[in-house]
């Protein structure tokens, strides 16, 4: 009888981990077609303009350059500030950027917080500090696509998009999430490298052909709050009478008044005009919105901007996972742009087991298309997404080279017409190539003198190559 009811529970336990797999990784097995309705609608030509338009920029390529612009930002709002973040978790930065926008409520102001349906589950639930800011009358925070495990084919759909918008005047677009991770200089043995742009609207009041790219971006984020996939986070004003909460309200109000204290210079009015580059052309590129399987609108997007390059495309992305598509399309890009090169994090540096064992198991694939492939080794891993193309175009956002942002999330990428930004952006992106080793083959190396790579366990590598193995089925969720 023990035996039996051993068997039983055995086979429920196998039932519930197959239905949930099976089912969260069903919707994506299939990989979509571009339509000819995204290629009817796209041009090239309409990212470019001969003329300066209203927009400024400027990169954020320090995570304290985040920080800065972020309660900058903040301080300087008149009526509204939005968050849309992919991860949120409770930490020193957290409850830095958490302090301003509730004072800003208490000011006021309107805050809007869009927060992923994974991060939003497991990082908000349960934590007073998010109480504190979303039972403030002045506050709403939503989650997008809350994970419901008992309805698994609804768990990869993600929000993947990481901006913030501050009235009409600026907003901030890139890669980084909302944590420690990535935000601020507090000491952390984890940390990662990562960049963003920061648009200026030189002329909110100006309209039509030649307004400013924030209005693109403020249109997507309506069209991402009005989803009925979004629904709010414990906004009942009630939770502020919970003695817990009141705790995290005092201390949001203390620490506010602290930050304000040791950083005057970030609670004054600045010039974002003298901060900022002149841009001829801004805009906006993205995937579909839904939680289930996409077409590669945003892919393939950009595959169209890098094949209008005459002299280079350098791609710069923490990890590349392709499929036939992706590879021919990058193969095209190399056969006829003479320097095109992608960067990425080493197996020694990355973060992510997964990406890292499916580069290992296809690293010849990618080798093959063309596109010289650079291994970076520079001791913290690179989380960035960018792209430059010749002189004058600079793309920042959220997307990897991967099939997950690809297929299956949301992604945001912004392309940057501007000669003094793309120099800029080249600059950094040499720079961190100098603690790159250049694939010459599928097992080969140039290495510069100065990089020591370090060494991975022995295990740990024998488990990426068996793993890489064993998830060639689903490596659509990769």
């Known amino acids: 009888m023990r035996k039996f009811k051993i068997r039983w529970l055995l086979f429920i336990v196998l039932f519930f981990l197959v239905y ?7 919707p994506f097995v299939h990989y979509k077609k571009v339509s000819e309705e995204t290629k009817k609608n796209f041009s090239v030509s309409e990212c470019y303009r001969d003329r300066t338009g209203v927009d400024r920029a400027m990169l954020l390529e320090t995570n304290k350059s985040a920080w800065d612009e972020r309660i900058r930002l903040f301080h300087q709002a ?45 990082r908000l639930e349960g934590n007073e500090l ?16 809350k994970l419901n495990l008992a309805m698994p084919w609804k768990t990869q759909g993600r929000m993947h998009d990481k901006y913030v918008i ?19 200089d507090y000491p952390n043995k984890n940390m990662s490298y990562d960049r963003e742009v920061l648009i200026y609207n030189t002329n909110p009041k100006q309209r039509g052909e030649d307004e400013s790219s924030l209005y693109q971006v403020e249109a997507y984020f309506s069209r991402m709050w ?9 906004d009942q004003e009630n939770l502020r009478e919970d003695h817990k909460v009141k705790s995290m309200i005092d201390m949001l109000t203390k620490r506010y008044e602290k930050l304000k204290k040791e950083n005057p210079g970030l609670f004054r009015d600045c010039d974002y005009g003298e901060m900022t580059c002149e841009t001829n052309k801004v805009t906006l590129l993205s995937n579909p919105t839904g939680i289930y399987g996409k077409k590669p609108v945003l892919f393939y997007e950009l595959s169209e901007l890098m094949k209008q390059a005459k002299e280079r495309v350098i791609i710069h992305t923490p990890y590349v996972v392709l499929n036939g598509y992706m590879k021919r399309e990058l193969t095209e890009i190399a056969g006829q742009v003479p320097d095109s090169r992608m960067v990425i994090n080493s197996v020694e540096n990355g973060d992510n087991f997964m990406a890292s064992s499916d580069y290992l198991y296809r690293k010849n694939e990618v080798f093959n298309t063309g596109v010289q492939i650079l291994e970076y080794d520079g001791g913290v891993s690179y989380h960035g997404k960018s792209v430059v193309i010749d002189e004058d175009m600079s793309i920042i956002g959220s997307y990897n080279m ?16 501007s000669r003094e930004l793309t120099e800029e952006l080249t600059g950094y992106m040499e720079e961190m190539e100098k603690d790159c080793r250049t694939v010459t083959g599928p097992d080969t190396y140039e290495v510069p003198e100065h990089i020591q790579v370090e060494e991975i366990p022995f295990w740990k590598k024998a488990a990426m190559r068996v793993v890489g193995l064993i998830m060639q089925p689903f490596r659509s969720m990769v």
């Not at 301003?100 to 589950?121: C, F, P, W």
């Not at 009005?226 to 414990?234: A, G």
Request: aromatic share 10%; charged share 25%; with cysteine.
């Open 20 to 26: 949930l797999v099976a089912g969260a990784v069903g």
């Open 78 to 122: 008149k009526e509204r500030i939005v968050l849309s973040t992919f991860d949120m978790r409770d930490g020193k930065s957290t409850r830095d950027l958490l302090a301003v926008l509730y004072h800003r409520a208490e000011e006021g102001i309107k805050i809007q917080i869009l927060v992923d349906g994974v991060s939003g589950t497991i």
């Open 130 to 145: 998010f109480y504190a800011l979303s039972s403030h009358p002045n506050v709403e925070i939503k989650i997008y696509n």
């Open 166 to 184: 501050v009235d009409e005047m600026a907003y901030i677009l890139g890669g980084r999430n909302t944590f420690d991770y990535f935000i601020g």
């Open 226 to 234: 009005d989803k009925k996939e979004c629904r709010l986070f414990h």
């Open 402 to 417: 991967d099939l997950r942002s690809t297929y299956v999330d949301t992604e945001l990428m912004l392309a940057v017409q």
